[in-house]
């Protein structure tokens, strides 16, 4: 069964923390994503990747950075965690040019 | 820039009814693909249903359908003999054809199914 996986389900930071947030997909795909998802205003992108080492800014790349070092893996970084970052945050992949992404679980991210 | 647009925040259906969910979008391209996602409790995100804009017959999959009307900008989901398992958030997405893989997703809809 394929599969994105995010390695936290909860999370809780303090302010100022700098904060990894993991996701690994073992299908072999190039392009992977972070989204972040907040009541009310749905998924929003923050970076995404075509190819290991590329990543491009989503809608709202400020106060996160990603490394992708790995096909497999794409990180999400938050430098220094502030109280506006709790939220859910999704990880995707897809095959390039394909019909849909394949999620992970989801990371809750509560920063305090 | 395009943009996604679902006005029902909520909505509720009896189980064995039928719910349509409303998803309007606004591009200036010609070429696009549409889809709808079920986000329930466990979070994980389940692709429902895909449209291609060139394809006029609408996307069929089970007990789900879409009307998609190119010219509206409309994609709604037509979901049939509603069960229990269907409530969750259902999010509607687009994606361009044109050399990016990036989905734009509206807003949500949480649906809830009384028996």
């Known amino acids: 069964d394929v599969k994105v996986t995010q390695s936290s389900r909860y999370l809780v930071k303090r302010t100022g923390e700098k904060v990894f947030l993991e996701c690994v997909q073992d299908?072999?795909?190039?392009?992977m994503f972070w989204y972040r998802q907040d009541p009310g205003l749905g998924l929003r992108l923050i970076y995404f990747?075509?190819?290991?080492?590329?990543?491009e800014k989503g809608d709202i790349p400020e106060g996160y950075s990603v490394s992708r070092e790995k096909k497999e893996r794409f990180s999400l970084i938050l430098e220094s965690a502030s109280t506006n970052q709790t939220s859910m945050y999704l990880c995707?992949?897809?095959?390039?040019?394909?019909?849909?992404?394949?999620f992970g679980s989801g990371t809750r991210l509560t920063v305090v | 820039a395009q943009t996604v647009t679902q006005s029902q925040p909520e909505m509720s259906v009896q189980e064995a009814e039928t719910v349509t969910l409303s998803c309007t979008y606004d591009?200036?391209?010609?070429?696009?693909?549409l889809f709808w996602y079920k986000q329930p409790p466990s979070r994980q995100m389940i692709l429902v249903i895909r449209?291609?804009?060139?394809?006029?017959q609408n996307a069929t999959e089970n007990r789900f359908s879409v009307n998609f009307q190119k010219a509206a900008k409309s994609f709604s989901l037509k979901i049939s003999d509603s069960q229990l398992g269907d409530a969750a958030m259902y999010f509607c997405?687009?994606?361009?054809?044109?050399?990016?893989?990036?989905?734009?997703f509206g807003t949500g809809t949480r649906l809830q199914v009384f028996p």
């Open positions: 995707a992949s897809s095959p390039p040019r394909d019909y849909g992404y394949t």
């Open positions: 591009t200036s391209e010609s070429d696009y693909y």
């Open positions: 299908m072999d795909h190039e392009n």
């Open positions: 990747s075509y190819d290991v080492k590329m990543k």
């Open positions: 449209q291609e804009a060139y394809k006029q």
């Open positions: 997405a687009y994606r361009t054809s044109y050399n990016t893989d990036k989905l734009i």
